[in-house]
Nanobody
Framework: QVQLVESGGGLVQAGDSLRLSCAAS????????MGWFRQAPGKERDIVAA????????YYADAVKGRFTISRDNAKNTVYLQMNSLKLEDTAVYYC???????????????????WGQGTQVTVSS
């Protein structure tokens, strides 16, 4: 069993930066693909970024491409999401998730992730 805990969210102004962290415990996530998702009120949970187990391949949603960077430190059992040039529409609860499957580099579908954190709120104001 893996426990994931997100941190780093908060209230910022448009144009600011934040770095989210996702610390894993219970077992190593070094063989798991990891993803960051977000969910705004009344909307579905959508993929933001994903990274394969060794960091060799990453995915970004079009809405964040060029502004957000996903990374991982397997030695620290931690995944990060660097968010720059934040926009009002980035406001959401951000979730970290782990995918145990070894048959794919990563997934963009929430249902294919096995473990989830509790989420961290990111609010961007004008």
């Amino acid at each position: 069993q893996v426990q994931l805990v997100e941190s780093g969210g908060g209230l910022v102004q448009a144009g600011d930066s934040l770095r989210l962290s996702c610390a894993a415990s219970g077992r190593t996530i070094s063989t798991y693909a990891m993803g960051w998702f977000r969910q705004a009120p009344g909307k579905e949970r959508d993929i933001v970024a994903a990274i394969m187990w060794n960091g060799g391949t990453t995915y970004y949603a079009d809405a964040v491409k060029g502004r957000f960077t996903i990374s991982r430190d397997n030695a620290k059992n931690t995944v990060y999401l660097q968010m720059n040039s934040l926009k009002l529409e980035d406001t959401a609860v951000y979730y970290c998730a782990a995918d145990r499957s070894r048959s794919r580099w990563y997934s963009v579908h929430p249902k294919e992730y096995d473990y989830w954190g509790q989420g961290t709120q990111v609010t961007v104001s004008s």
